[in-house]
């Protein structure tokens, strides 16, 4: 990879433990060469989203969020399912997204830490429906599962399984091959 690459990163968990959450602060951990990573981690400060309140001004968090996500060349998500759907907060940072241009044509994808089988299958299927209105760039190559169990998560709330850290490693570099050259 010649050129530096900026992958933004999102939890879509508020649990302090999250399991998604260590996925994504280990992503940041184990990045390749040439790919830098910034964490979203203000998923906890964005107001309920409001068609009424999506114009200028913007609440200074979707500011945030949107300006995070224009700056990145790529987007990589971690969410778990709650009771067979996204959880309501990271369903909100989406609707948030929707109404910017910021994912248009933006590579995306997700890493799926279930350690279920079937676990966060309907999460992300909505994932993908949201993230299809907002008119991203699904990489279907990097969107992987890497089951993490709880107690995989270290006190420094990064994950040391090595072949999980690969799959991490794997899903950036894949994700970032799919960025368009730069001009």
Known sequence: MTANRRVLLISGSLRAQSTNS????????????????????????????NPDEDREPLPPAVVELRTAIDAADAVLFSTPEYAGALPGSFKNLLDWTVGGVETSDKPVAWINASTNPNGAAKAHESLRVVLGYTGADVVESACVRVGVARDAVGPDGLIADPEVRAGISAALTTLTHAVPPRD
């Open 22 to 49: 260590a996925l994504v602060r280990t992503a940041r951990a184990v990045a390749p060469e040439g790919v830098e990573t910034i964490v979203f981690d203000q998923l906890h400060a964005l107001p309920h989203f």
